[in-house]
């Protein structure tokens, strides 16, 4: 049976590329979104960017047919999104700002509002601490780009309660994503497995074994890996695959997580993937 939450209102918390896909995602089904960021700049910049990406889901059929976009504001006051019926905070992966983030915008919304923070390897019980309520806390990991990828991990902390977890997979299924629940780890599932492969693709490329091109074709054709390793590290940021990774060396002590010299040499000279033009892979036009 099909279970939506009426009378949505969605906050996002932080206005770079996830934030702006997940708004992207939510004002597509409907959804009307509360955008959030400190740079009033960088708010400017999502708003042209999820234009361009709705028009696209749009070719892409990605978006249910005759169902009016969601209304999108803009704001640089938390305060603009308290009356959310769900938060989501899509900033950086960095878990002392996320902590902050999250105490700021509990301590602003009713009671019952779930707080889903988007991250790809931090442990939800890391940042239940800093929140009033931690049953209302919840973790997702949306994959980039959101409006495509129809599969959400959706990771349940040791306190998160029974409501928030109806309430975040309800949102999903409004916005017309599928569930996988799986319990706070770092790196979860998907992270954990993907990010060290990925390091290891950088690793072959850096000993000089193959280059980027024939590594990622010999994993698309060979092991069935649908865009290859380096062109998903372009799609999700070489930044913050670094972060990840690091989050994941730090925690887990596995030296297959520590971002290899590769990686920290793209980050150093700013080629991020295709959100700067320039990873792996030349795209041209940042996104940013």
């Known amino acids: 049976m099909r279970t939506e939450w009426p009378n949505q209102r969605l906050t996002i918390l932080g206005a770079g590329v996830m934030g702006a896909n997940i708004a992207t995602t939510a004002l597509g089904h409907g959804i009307p979104v509360v955008l959030i960021d400190l740079d009033q700049d960088k708010l400017d910049r999502a708003r ?133 629940v799986v319990q706070d780890s770092p790196g979860f599932v998907t992270s954990r497995l993907l990010h060290p492969m990925i390091n290891d693709a950088a690793r072959v490329v850096q000993a000089g074994t193959a280059d980027v091109e024939s590594v990622d074709a010999l994993m698309e054709g060979c092991v069935g890996h649908p865009t290859g390793p380096l062109r998903t590290a372009d799609l999700i940021g070489i930044d913050n695959l670094v972060d990840s990774l690091a989050a994941l060396y730090e925690r887990t002590g596995d030296e297959g997580c520590r971002p290899c010299d590769l990686l920290l040499e793209k980050v150093r000279e700013g080629h991020l993937g295709r959100k700067s033009g320039r990873g792996f892979y030349t795209y041209g036009k940042a996104l940013s």
């Open 48 to 180: 042209a960017q999820i234009s361009q990406l709705l028009r696209h889901a749009q070719l892409m059929s990605a978006l249910p047919e005759g169902r009016p976009a969601g209304e999108l504001t803009t704001a640089l006051d938390p305060a603009a999104g308290a009356d959310a019926t769900a938060v989501i905070e899509a900033i950086t992966e960095d878990a002392e700002l996320k902590a902050k983030v999250l105490a700021e915008v509990s301590a602003l919304v009713r009671p019952g509002t779930p707080l889903i923070t988007n991250t790809s390897g931090i442990p939800i019980e890391e940042l239940a601490n800093a929140v009033a309520r931690p049953a209302e806390l919840v973790g997702t990991h949306f994959m980039n780009p959101t409006y495509l990828i129809r599969m959400v991990e959706v990771i349940r902390g040791p306190r998160t309660g029974d409501a928030t977890m109806a309430g975040v997979v309800a949102l999903l299924t409004t916005m017309e994503r599928r569930s996988i």
